[in-house]
Structure formats: structure tokens, C-alpha cells
């Protein structure tokens, strides 16, 4: 057997995007001769994946970067490397190359799949590389992967975004929209089955849009939902991210048709208030929203909604902000991702009028998520004393005698059980319930003794 050429260790920030971004990387340095570990310090090349989406996840970067200086300095032949969407941003990498000479690699959200070449080439070397390409390359497909979960994958099938809302970063720095062909999305959904993979989750900025920019004209979203839903072996789907422009009966016919695509949609509302969602460039209406819950609510009535949610930004009055809590009251989301707006430079938000006061959008955003916590527990509560199907994924973070899975709804449920059944199906009779976890036991069926 050769000897590993090194360690690595890759800290990765922000969506399932950049969490698929950092396996491909792990999965090209260990296919390269690198092996992964789980100390920081222990690394001979240590990557950081970074997020722009708000202002917080930058200055987490900048400061663990800060971090990393003295351990580099007392051993120079460290490689740090710095990629993912916050490098992309052009006032970025100036700014980590005078206070971080310690960086020897910054590589782009477009180019990353060349990162083992680049170590090698730095540990060689001792150069400093400095790549980031502004326009989009050809999609890389067959990329080798090390994923965290051996029964769950995700599959990338659109990149960039078309959609410009005025408070995002993204389309900036992953470029403009591009579909991968459908019959490789497929190829690869099999492969992974073949490979035990039991749940996929189709990962897109907006899963709704895919197609739109080939020249199949059937190619779209609820077309490769009923295709990858034939895949035989293959337990669950999950997809994410869906804009509600773009979200079609016929996507949510094929769900409510399938026995493999879960039922959990997350569509993200950011806001409650038409005028607010119009100066958002969101292009939808609050009623338009409310029709969309309508509709999943008659066609999946057992599904759960999750939400992302906006609060303070730029012209937001209290009338708005009510108007969001009601939209809240009214859909009752199962779970939601709240956040005080975050003003991110280059974007046409930065520069509106009336950016909202620090301590009103704290305010709001504590009122905003203690009616989302009073929703979860309603939701969850719903739940007690039924039989529900659980992937499992691994022991709890908390006890290791205790087991965590998902159920079709998305729901984390812990209950008691050996270790063996980690990337099992199981069921589960829930007991407890609480605002962000469900407690249950295994039903006699399912326990080995």
C-alpha cells in the first residue's frame, strides 16, 4: 500500500451547496493519495470553504484564519487553502493576501475541482496560487466524492442562479444558471444506489428552474423528479432549494404521485409584505405564496413546509413586519431559517434607503422566531403516537446510546436502538415531542434482540 502523500482537514460554511463542494474536494485529495482527519492542527493541508450569504460568516473566516497564522508559522509547510463563494467576491482576496500571507491557496467556486493539483503543486514548490476564474467553466462531471454519510448523497443539478434578488450575493459569485444534462443527473442517481445510497437530495440555488436553459424543452424539474423516482433501490428524494415563482402543480403532482420523494418542500418566503417582497425582486405576491401552500397543503396534507425568512430589511415598517407574522400564523411552518438582513456590498439592497436600526431588527427577529418555535412544537406535537419511517444516520451528538434519523417529513428523531441499524430504515412510534426533536422507540417488529 503507498504511503499517504498527507493529511487534510476541510471546514466548511454555509448551504448544502458548499458542504457537496468540500466532498468533492475531500473526494479528489483522497483519490490523489491524502487522507482525512479529524484534528485541525493535525492537517498538513487545511481547507476552508467559505459563505457570503451575510456579513457574520465572513467575519468567522477572517478570524479563523487569524487563527491559523501562528500554527503555519510554526510549521510553514502547512498548506491553508481558502475557496468557496466568499473568494469570489472581488474586494475579498485582497484583503486575505495582506492580512493572511500565511494563505498559500485561494481557488473560486468554479475551479475548485483542481485543488489536489494546486497542493501539490504549493507543497512542491512553497508558490502562492491565486485562482479565480469570473467567468463559468464547463460542468465537471464524475468528480469522486467522500461523503459523510455512506446511505445519503447529494447530486448537484443546476449551478449558479438567474435570479437576482436584490439583498444576494450568490449570482454574483456562482455565476448565471447552468442545468446538467438530464440523462447524467440520472447515470449518477444509479450509480449512487448501486453504491447503497438509500436518499438523494437534488441540490440547486432553485431545483424549480432546472431545464430551463437546455435546449430539451421536456427537461425539466417534475420530469426528472418522476425519472429519478424509477431508480430501483433508491428509498428517498429530497430537493432544495424551490422559489416559489417557479414551483408548478405538476412538480407537486409528481410528489404526491411517488412513494420515494419525501414529502418536506422548502420554499423560502423572506418576507410576509408585498412591498417589501417587490423591492426584494422576488416577483411573486404574498397571495400567490399563500395559493402555493394551498395547494401542497391539498395535494400532500401530511407534508411538512419549511421556510426562510428576512427581518429588517432596507423600508421594513412595523405594518411589514406584521404582515410577515401573519403569513407566519397562517402556513404554520414546521421549521424556518430566520435572519436579521445582513447588507452584503455590491448587492442593490446595500445601497436602498431606510436600512433598518441594528436593535429593531434584533427586536423583530426575537418575536419572529418565538412564534416559528410556538409552530415547530404544534407541528411536532402532531406527531406523538404515531408510526413513523426513520433513516437512520448515525448516534446522537449528545449520548451514544442514542441513535438520530430523519423521518420523510424531515422531522430529527432520537430513540434507543444498536448501532447496527445506522443507514437503516426503521420504525419509530414517537412518545415525546419537543420544538426541534421527536422522541421515540423502535416498534417490536423492527428490534433485533
Known sequence: MAMAKGKFYCQTYGCQMNEHDSEIMAGLLSESGYVPCEIREDADVIIINTCCIREKAEHKVLSLLGELRGLVEEHPEKVVAVTGCMVQQADIVPKIRRACPHVKLIIGTHNFHRIAEYVDRIRATNELICDIPTEE????????????????????????????????????????????????????????????VKEITFLGQNVNSYGNDLVDPSANFAR????????????????????????????????????????????????????????????????????????????????????DIIVGFPGETEDDFMSTLSLVEKVGFDNAFAFAYSPRAG????????????????????????????????????????????????????????????????????????????????DVEIETAQTWILKGKVTFDDLEV
Open 224 to 307: 426528472l423528479l418522476e425519472e429519478a423516482d424509477q431508480a430501483e433501490g433508491l428509498e428517498r428524494i429530497r430537493f432544495m432549494t424551490s422559489h416559489p415563482k417557479d414551483l408548478t402543480q405538476a412538480v407537486i403532482d409528481v410528489i404526491a404521485k411517488s412513494h420515494h420523494i419525501c414529502h418536506y418542500i422548502h420554499l423560502p418566503v423572506q418576507a410576509g409584505s408585498n412591498a417589501v417582497l417587490q423591492r426584494m425582486n422576488r416577483r411573486y405576491t404574498r397571495e400567490h405564496y399563500l395559493q402555493l401552500v394551498a395547494a401542497i397543503r391539498q395535494a400532500l396534507p401530511n407534508a411538512a413546509l419549511t421556510t
Open 137 to 196: 467553466l464547463l460542468i465537471e462531471e464524475a468528480l469522486p466524492t467522500m461523503r459523510e454519510f455512506p446511505h445519503k448523497a447529494f447530486v448537484n443539478i443546476t449551478y449558479g442562479c438567474n435570479n437576482y434578488c436584490t439583498y444576494c450575493i450568490v449570482p454574483y459569485v456562482r455565476g448565471k444558471e447552468r442545468s446538467r444534462d438530464l440523462a447524467d443527473i440520472l447515470d449518477e442517481v444509479r450509480q449512487l444506489v448501486n453504491d447503497g
Open 347 to 426: 448587492t442593490p439592497a446595500a445601497k436602498m434607503a431606510d436600512q433598518v436600526p441594528f436593535e429593531e431588527k434584533k427586536e423583530r427577529l426575537a418575536r419572529l422566531n418565538s412564534l416559528l418555535a410556538k409552530w415547530s412544537l404544534i407541528r411536532n406535537q402532531a406527531y406523538i403516537g404515531k408510526k413513523v419511517k426513520v433513516l437512520v444516520d448515525g448516534v446522537s451528538k449528545t449520548n451514544e446510546q442514542i441513535l438520530s434519523g430523519k423521518t420523510d417529513s424531515g422531522k430529527i428523531v432520537l430513540f434507543e436502538a444498536p448501532k447496527h441499524y445506522v443507514g437503516r430504515l426503521v
